[in-house]
């Protein structure tokens, strides 16, 4: 099973950054930016969650996939939004069996896809709290 502690930290530590923002820093820019992130996020635990086992099958399911999208529900809420987001995608990527190959491709591994979740994380929270 793969260790997602990197992921949920990361989400966690953005989330109450959020939700402790001051509302001039929100409507500067940090709740679009936290908006955009909790929707790729979501995204991303959505495509694991459709996506079949194994290799075959995975390029129709790619070909079918169509995300449900984020609301906005306004600058308060966007810390909460992220922290559903992150926790979902971590509970997606822990889900999958070692050795399965996972994303778009079918060709990135959980712990690449980890990786890069935590990487997204991590930007758009510094570009949030500039």
């Known amino acids: 099973m793969l260790d997602t ?4 930290a990361a989400v966690e530590r953005f989330a109450d950054r959020l939700r402790a923002a001051p509302q001039s820093r929100l409507q500067r820019g940090a709740a679009a930016e936290a908006l955009e ?4 996020l979501a995204v991303r635990a959505q495509r694991l969650e459709a996506a079949p086992s194994g290799a075959q099958g995975a390029q129709g ?4 996939f169509e995300a ?3 609301p906005d529900a306004g600058i308060f809420v966007v810390g909460d939004q992220v922290a559903v987001a992150g926790l979902d995608l971590a509970e997606a990527l822990a889900a999958l069996r070692d050795g399965d190959a996972a994303g778009g491709d ?5 712990s690449e ?8 994380v991590e930007r758009a929270e510094v570009r949030a709290m500039r």
């Open 5 to 8: 502690s990197p992921l949920t």
């Open 106 to 110: 079918g060709a990135k591994a959980p």
């Open 113 to 120: 896809l980890l990786d890069e979740a935590v990487a997204l």
């Open 37 to 40: 992130l909790a929707r790729e």
């Open 61 to 64: 399911a790619a070909e079918a």
């Open 68 to 70: 449900r999208v984020m």
